[in-house]
């Protein structure tokens, strides 16, 4: 498959100026919404993967190729909700993702498929609803980790190197970028070290490409439960203060949680973070049936909630959430003022499972 041309500059700012002008929309989930459609094993091979040797059903980044008039449509419906960006359905498109497949060889063509998925979907929103809409490259948090052991009895074991999370990562980006993303998304992050890869491999890939090829990186983190803490451990501040080296666009909180037990962490956040704030919950948290529960109207109030408090920069929906979900939410948001981005104090900052400022 061939890339598309990189990004303009003119698109870049155009992006910058959305989040200086209001708070930006984000769409909703994805694996919810192909569930709806009901494909089967033969949607998920198509033609090129007819005789591939291990079962794909469940494999939904690899519908981008098999299936791509799934792909866009969900994203067109999430541009016709009032999102204003939209993820690229690569949440486990790496070599190390694919590899439950034996998928591992088609990654490259995988993410490039995604992209122009959703590129066709934002162009042609853009000039449906007369205003900008844009692309983020997802880049989910792996199924293996550098922080933990899989192995009870061995906690010293790792099934990953740290060398092999960046070459798995840094191919994604490199695919990513000759798409033609407008930025790059390091999401659902419950392992600190395994972000902390990735962002390495996009500034590795950012030097090697030079200036022109930077887009705006953001990142999101998962609180896993009410200890408030990521899997591996650190709190909302420890976790700002282990990524702030690198400078994101801006940093938030998604999945795992519904929007009113985020609270505490979406405002903590939003007073420490020198860059952009963002959240998208899940609608609730699971019910005994694998489904969730918080309709349009709750995942609305809560954010229209920390909307108004000025905690936030963009909204949009994790798991469970639908284009209702996003219209919903687009409304209660609909005017609100962005919130500011704080000068922050001069200090050195450390952390572990916890910050330590030392001013």
């Known amino acids: 498959m061939n890339p598309a041309q990189p990004r303009s500059a003119d698109a870049q700012d155009a992006f910058r100026r959305l989040f200086a002008s209001k708070i930006v929309v984000l769409d909703g989930a994805m694996g919810s919404m192909i569930q709806t459609f009901k494909l089967s094993e033969a949607d998920f091979r198509g033609e090129l993967f007819k005789t591939h040797p291990h079962d794909l059903q469940g494999n939904n980044d690899l519908l981008s190729i098999t299936r791509p008039d799934v792909i866009e449509k969900i994203h067109a419906d999430y541009f016709a909700a009032g999102s204003d960006l939209v993820e690229t359905n690569t949440f486990s498109s790496t070599s190390i993702g694919m590899a439950d497949y034996q998928c591992e060889p088609f990654v490259r063509d995988i993410n490039l498929a995604a992209v122009a998925c959703a590129r066709r979907a934002a162009d042609s929103a853009t000039k449906q609803f007369n205003r900008p809409c844009f692309v983020a490259g997802a880049i989910g948090p792996l199924n293996r980790t550098l922080s933990m052991s899989p192995d009870v009895n061995r906690p010293d074991y790792r099934a990953v190197t740290w060398d092999q999370v960046v070459g798995a990562y840094t191919e994604q ?18 392992d600190t070290l395994n972000s902390k890869a990735a962002l390495f491999a996009i500034e590795q890939v950012f030097d090697q490409r030079g200036n022109a090829a930077r887009v705006p990186v953001m ?59 963002t959240c998208y919950p899940n609608a609730g948290l699971p019910n005994a049936f694998g489904g969730y529960d918080e309709s349009p109207a709750d995942m609305a109030k809560v954010l229209g909630e920390f909307a108004a408090n000025g905690w936030l920069n963009m909204v949009g929906g994790c798991c469970g959430s639908t284009p209702p979900h996003i219209a919903a939410i687009a409304q209660a948001v609909k005017g609100r003022a962005p919130r500011m981005v704080p000068q922050a104090a001069r200090a050195l900052r450390l952390s572990g499972l916890e910050p330590l400022a030392v001013a």
């Open 219 to 277: 990142i999101s983190v998962t609180i896993t439960d009410a200890s408030g803490r990521t899997l591996s451990g650190q709190t909302i501040g420890a976790f700002y203060a282990s990524i702030a080296h690198a400078k994101p666009f801006s940093v938030g909180i998604n999945c795992a949680l519904g929007g009113a037990a985020m609270r505490p962490y979406v405002e903590e956040l939003s007073r420490i973070a020198a860059c952009y704030t």
């Open 173 to 190: 980006i490199e695919a990513l970028l000759d798409g033609g993303v407008d930025a790059l998304l390091v999401e659902t992050i419950f």
